[in-house]
């Protein structure tokens, strides 16, 4: 990856849905160019998709809740099986295996705090091997992610 594939990524990670045009005449290249290294970062699995950033309170999900787990073992076969049901719920977000003294994190969000109790009882009750949940509240954003660092001195 050059310079040029560094500012690809970066102008496409702000708003991948400007016309390729306008972005090839923002980086200095050719739409032709910027356009056959877009689709060899594709093909090589640099960029693996792409999707809309959507407002959650737009959508009335007020309350973003991440929820420490902490198994009864961490024996793989434990690991496995709680991973294979978490993907199960699309009310959890996100799922990181993480150190310390929690096993994962998720990330949940939902429309308020009678939502949230259902979502505890009908989903995160129902998480395999769990010894442990600690339930942390977000009081407000500070940063939202704006996409990964791309240093474009290459």
């Known amino acids: 990856m050059d310079r040029f ?7 496409l990670q702000k708003d991948s849905s400007r ?19 877009i689709k060899l970062l594709e093909e090589s699995g640099i960029i693996v998709g792409y999707v809309a ?3 959650r309170n737009a959508l009335g999900l007020k309350l973003q809740v991440f929820v420490e787990i902490t198994l009864s073992s961490q024996a793989r076969e434990v690991l496995e ?12 977000l996100e799922c ?18 009678a ?13 395999p091997n769990v010894a442990s949940m600690q339930t ?3 009081l407000r954003p500070v940063q ?4 990964y660092p791309i240093d474009d001195r290459a």
Do not use: K
């Not at 594939?5 to 102008?11: P, T």
């Open 19 to 37: 016309p390729i045009a306008d972005l090839a005449r923002d980086i200095g290249l050719s739409t032709s160019a910027c356009h056959r290294r």
């Open 5 to 11: 594939d560094h500012r690809i990524l970066r102008a």
């Open 136 to 138: 942390i509240f977000t």
């Open 144 to 147: 939202h992610w704006r996409g």
């Open 53 to 55: 950033r959507i407002d």
């Open 81 to 92: 099986a709680f991973e294979a049901s978490v993907t199960r719920f699309e009310d959890i």
């Open 115 to 127: 939502d949230f109790a259902d979502i505890h009882r009908n989903v995160l009750s129902r998480l």
């Open 96 to 113: 990181h295996l993480t150190s310390g003294h929690a096993d994962y994190i998720l990330r949940v969000v939902a429309r308020d705090m």
